[in-house]
């Protein structure tokens, strides 16, 4: 009697073909959904800081609408490394052996270093007049109490208008603007100021605030005398006695 051949069970699972055809899909998925997020920009700010990263990191010039195609373009990077290395000679700096011509001052020295801070509230004049309003004494007693006792210095710096002073008592506009801020300052001595620390200066129509003005309210800002903070003490130029 023959023996019937048993026959292979089926493997357990799915087919090969099966798999390999689904890893396939699932990788195609994820690149079209790269593509999609990548391609909506819903913030601009991180696209510009991705960009600007890759621009950085790869080096070239114009960023990613310049990224070179031939291998021969060199990168930022590299030609910056290749500057740092070139040796500079004196000789490369001119060609010739003479000096420069020398002027008579080849030096500049500032005898009175220092800095300059515009504090308090301008003073205000009348038209032509050196004599300090009565409104605008309240302003100079405010600023003198809170500044007095203090060892820091000031520049009482004197403006006028452009107005001709024919006719006045003054001789030109810097006589004007200096008699504007010599009255400030003695007003300042009078509040309890140490006149040390006052330093007169005549600008007279040279620096105006306006320059444009033509209405009597415009041309005001012009007849004014500032009171600037200057960064240094009046102990600094103290005399030491001789040795």
């Given at each position: ?5 048993k ?29 999609l ?11 510009i ?28 990077n ?46 205000y ?17 405010d ?31 810097l ?13 300042l ?41 200057i ?6 130029f ?6």
């Amino acid at each position: 009697m023959a023996v019937k051949k048993k026959e292979k069970a089926a493997a357990a699972g799915a087919p090969e073909w099966m798999v390999t055809y689904g890893d396939m899909v699932t990788l195609l998925l994820t690149f079209f959904v790269l593509l999609l997020s990548m391609s909506e920009v819903k913030k601009e700010d991180r696209v510009i800081e991705f960009m600007q990263a890759i621009k950085e990191t790869f080096g070239y010039i114009g960023g990613m609408d310049a990224l070179p195609t031939e291998p021969d373009a060199p990168p930022v990077n590299e030609i910056l490394k290749e500057i740092l290395v070139i040796p500079i000679k004196p000789e490369r700096v001119s060609e010739t052996d003479d000096e420069g011509v020398k002027g008579a001052q080849s030096h500049v020295t500032a005898i009175r270093p220092g800095e300059y801070f515009a504090v308090g509230a301008p003073v205000y004049f009348e038209e032509l007049s050196d004599e300090i309003p009565a409104d605008q004494i309240e302003g100079l007693k405010d600023f003198a109490g809170k500044r007095r006792g203090f060892t820091t210095q000031f520049e009482i710096r004197g403006h006028c208008g452009p107005r001709p002073v024919d006719g006045t008592a003054f001789k030109d506009h810097l006589h004007l603007s200096f008699s504007r801020a010599y009255n400030v300052a003695n007003a300042l001595v009078d509040m309890g100021f140490d006149p040390r620390r006052l330093i007169v200066i005549a600008a007279g129509s040279n620096e105006p605030v306006n320059p444009a003005a033509y209405s009597n309210k415009d041309r005001q800002v012009n007849d004014v005398v500032e009171i600037m903070e200057i960064n240094r003490t009046v102990d600094e130029f103290e005399a030491s006695p001789p040795q």
